[in-house]
C-alpha cells in the first residue's frame, strides 16, 4: 500500500548526504543509459502556472514525476513514486524540502567532481531557501574554511549569515558588493531570482568553480557571456532540458561562443566519461535546471527511510 509524506516528516528524514548520494547515483545511471529524464512540461493558468517533470531509472526499478504549481501566494509541490516492475504507487510526497535538498545535492554533485580539492572559500549569491541547501551540500564535499554572502537586501545577507554561520557551523560573512562574493573564492554559487546576469567573467579567477542555480527559463541569467566564455568546462544537468531552460548559456550560444558539442552532462563527468577540470587553473561551471530524476532518486531513499522507520499515512486507492 502507498504512504502520503508531508514536509515535516521529509525534513525528519533527509540530510544533505543522503540527497547527495542519490542525485549522484541516479546522475550516473543516466550517463550510462539506466535513467531517463523528460524536461520539465508548463502550463499556463489564469494566475497561475502548473509545472510536471518525469523520469525513471531501471536499475533503481523506480520511476515517477514532480508537479507543482506558482503562484503570487507561492509554490505547491508534489512527487509521485512508482515502483517500474508493477506500476504500482510507493507514495505520495510533499515535496517542497525534497526539491531544495536535491537541488542543492546536485550541485554538491559537480563541485565534487568538477572543483578543485583543495577549495576552501565559497561565494554565495542569494541569500533564500535554495541558497541554503546549496552552501550545505558544497560543505558536505569539501572542507570550506571560509564563506561570503551576497544580495542586494542589506538585511537579507545579514539574517542568512547568522542563520547558515550556525548550521554549517563557520562563520559566514555579508558583504556589501557582488564582486566582493567572487575575489579569492574558489566556489561560486548563484541561486538568485535574478533575471538579468550580474556576476560578470570579468571578475573571475583562475581555478573557481560556478554551481548557477538561480534562472530556468530562457528569458533570465544570472552570469554574463564573458563568464561562460572562461568557462573549460561547461556541465549541464540534461542537454536536451537546458536548450529550452538555460538562459544562462543562450547568449554565449547566439553569439559563437560556445555551442552544444562543448557542453556535457554531470552524469558523463561523474560516470568518468569526461573530465570534471583538466588543470588546477581551469574555471568550470555547472548549469543546474533542476531535473525530475533527481526527485525520483532523492524521492525514494526518502521513501526507504520512512518504511524502515515506520513513518507515514497509508494511502488507500484502487482496492475496490
Not at 517533470?53 to 508537479?67: I, N, Q, S, T
Not at 537586501?153 to 557582488?178: G, Q, W, Y
Request: aromatic content about 6%.
Amino acid at each position: 500500500m502507498a504512504i502520503i509524506l508531508t514536509e515535516k516528516q521529509v525534513t525528519e528524514l533527509l540530510d544533505i548526504e543522503t540527497a547527495i548520494a542519490a542525485v549522484e547515483e541516479v546522475v550516473r545511471d543516466q550517463a550510462v543509459g539506466q535513467a531517463t529524464n523528460r524536461p520539465r512540461q508548463r502550463v499556463f493558468g489564469g494566475g497561475s502556472l502548473l509545472h510536471v517533470m518525469a523520469g525513471g531509472d531501471k536499475r533503481l526499478g523506480v520511476y515517477g514525476f514532480k508537479a507543482y504549481s506558482t503562484a503570487k501566494t507561492g509554490a505547491r509541490f508534489l512527487v509521485m513514486l512508482y515502483d517500474s516492475a508493477s506500476g504500482d504507487l510507493l507514495a505520495l510526497i510533499e515535496a517542497d524540502r525534497l526539491g531544495q535538498m536535491r537541488t542543492g545535492a546536485a550541485s554538491g554533485v559537480a563541485t565534487r567532481y568538477m572543483a578543485r580539492e583543495d577549495a576552501e572559500s565559497v561565494g554565495v549569491f542569494g541569500t533564500g531557501w535554495q541558497a541554503e541547501s546549496q552552501l550545505m551540500a558544497v560543505c558536505a564535499v569539501r572542507k570550506i574554511k571560509r564563506v561570503a554572502c551576497y544580495s542586494r537586501s542589506p538585511e537579507n545577507r545579514r539574517k542568512f549569515a547568522e542563520k547558515m554561520s550556525a548550521l554549517i557551523n563557520l562563520d559566514v560573512t555579508p558583504v556589501p558588493t557582488p564582486e566582493e562574493a567572487v575575489r579569492g573564492h574558489a566556489i561560486l554559487i548563484t541561486a538568485t531570482s535574478a533575471r538579468q546576469a550580474f556576476l560578470q567573467g570579468e571578475w573571475l579567477e583562475p581555478g573557481q568553480h560556478l554551481n548557477v542555480v538561480g534562472a530556468n527559463y530562457l528569458s533570465k541569467s544570472e552570469i554574463n557571456t564573458a563568464a561562460v566564455a572562461k568557462a573549460r568546462v561547461i556541465a549541464v544537468d540534461s542537454v536536451e532540458q537546458a536548450k529550452i531552460e538555460a538562459g544562462d548559456l543562450l547568449p554565449a550560444l547566439e553569439n559563437g561562443t560556445i555551442n552544444w558539442e562543448s557542453v556535457t552532462e554531470l552524469g558523463r563527468i561523474v560516470a568518468g566519461q569526461v573530465a570534471g577540470r583538466h588543470s588546477l587553473d581551469d574555471i568550470t561551471l555547472f548549469k543546474s535546471g533542476g531535473i525530475a530524476i533527481w526527485d525520483v532518486s532523492t524521492a525514494l531513499r526518502v521513501y526507504n527511510l520512512a518504511r524502515q522507520r515506520g513513518i507515514g499515512k497509508p494511502l488507500d486507492l484502487w482496492t475496490e
